[in-house]
């Protein structure tokens, strides 16, 4: 372990307090808790998810605040959605020697300057949700760029060699969108698998995301769960960690199978799209959700309707 002494111990910023915590020997979890990203350790070091720009300014804050900072040779984005991919730039800046690792789908669809233009105007909304709130003091100096480049590629079944025993297994996970990952680190028995299974929110309660396919989505849980964990790391909320791993991939299929039947339901009752997505938006759009542009997540309610109905 390379970090400094400091680094268990709570990082005062001026508009908050972030703490860093060790979820074991090799992980490390930095962020708000909004927007989680994990340091994996070996003889070298990688970072898992790209988060916002709020959320990468956050990490950074943590970042120097650090007495010994490991090299990262790795930055590892999970999938292409604006909140997993905006923060590049800043980490970028934060860890010049890292490359930048991804899946082909989403190095097509963060080559295209007119999403990653939309990306940024989604991630900007967010910046100054989070400093019209306090949650965040200056706005970050990040210039939005023309593309998101992905460096090396990563498909189902890759490793990535850390060093000292320290490996992380890549796992297709699509069904949260087209592009997504998840990674296994088998010597904790901790497994990264971003937004794949759900968004749980404080009270416990998942948000099902099958805004690519619902059965693939599901499909993705099931795999998912074969991995045994200790530590089931999210990108949002609070990472689940020994006993609470337990009951949340069989959560996450029973709040999708349910979100599935409430709007197989509603559309086969005759209600409109808008009144169903209107709907499940004030169901399910909480917590760090409800800090994304609404008109964003409407469309996302949309996509599950979509999704319902290509299996109707
Ligand atoms: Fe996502």
Redesign the pocket.
Known sequence: MTLGAGYAALMSVEMGVYLLKKLSDHVTLFGNGDCNFYLLEGEKAAVIECGTSAGAAILAQQWQALEQKPAVEYIIML?S?F??ACGLPILQNLFPRAQVLGSLAAQKILAKERIVKSLYAADEYVTEFYLKNGLLKERPEVKPPAELVIDQLLVDGDTIDLGAGVQIQIIAAPG??VCSLAAYLDVDQAIFI??AAGYRDDSGEISP?FFYDYDSYMATIERLQTYPAQIIGVAHGQVLVGDDTAGFYPQALASARNAFDEIKGRLQAGQSEDEISEKMFNQYIQGTLAHYPREMMLASMQLLIKNVKAKM
């Open positions: 999938h959605h909140d997993h949260h969108s971003s937004d995301v």
